[in-house]
């Protein structure tokens, strides 16, 4: 069930294909386009319980987002854009149908629950959420609005569980989605596929995060 479909080495070429291959099936993209000053970055759960490779939630493919994902958090620090980090952890009470589905729950005690070091938390706000969907029993919408954000860029692991979701999530709210390709990982490479497709279909824009880069620093996309 598990693979490791994106390295260092072969994340460009493959993010780059599996854009082109939903591409070919959803032939719109780009919908919105993309705005800084009205973003937020959202990077959802990287935490060890999924990164490390001793836990037995380890996603293999995760460790090659982690750069792109760093460099796009400084991005937005630099421009003083909201960057949310989630943090999921349960307690029996919260949990509901996630302990039935996956026999077991991450508690806040466990040290793996904790977001890696590689990312800087103070870069950022930390939202601890209980289920797949960043919004569900959050202030994070309240937190969003606030600050006036319009447009939210998605991040993290699992594509096709948290981020998936959350993207839903926010698109039903209003807010305008770009989901990155090479910027989210998840068991395989086919639950990453079939979370892109369809979610360009209905739900957001799919990106690279070279692509945000581009725009994050003044300078279109070719």
């Known amino acids: 069930m598990k693979e490791q479909y994106f390295s260092a080495n072969t994340i460009d070429e493959k993010a780059a294909e599996m854009r082109q291959a939903a591409d070919k099936i959803v032939k719109h993209r780009n919908r919105f386009g993309f705005v800084p000053g009205l973003s937020a970055l959202l990077v959802l759960d990287m935490q060890s319980y999924f990164l490390d490779d001793s836990s037995h939630a380890y996603v293999p493919s995760a460790r090659a987002i982690i750069p792109r994902v760093a460099t796009l958090m400084n991005a937005f620090a630099a421009l003083n854009l909201p960057i949310i980090f989630t943090r999921h952890v349960n307690t029996a009470e919260n949990a509901q149908l996630m302990s039935r589905w996956w026999r077991e729950i991450i508690t806040g005690d466990n040290p793996l629950s904790q977001i890696i070091p590689e990312l800087d938390q103070t870069k950022g706000d930390v939202f601890k959420k209980c289920q797949y969907d960043a919004f569900y029993k959050t202030t994070l919408d309240d937190f969003l609005l606030a600050r006036d954000v319009r447009q ?54 799919l990106v690279l995060a070279a692509e945000l880069m581009d725009a994050l620093q003044g300078t279109p996309h070719a």
């Open 152 to 205: 939210v860029v998605i991040s993290g692991v699992m594509t096709h569980l948290c981020c998936e979701s959350t993207a839903r999530s926010a698109f039903m709210r209003g807010y305008e989605v770009f989901f990155l390709v090479d910027g989210t990982a998840t068991y395989n490479e086919e639950f990453h596929k079939a979370s892109l497709i369809n979610l360009s279909h209905g739900f957001a824009d």
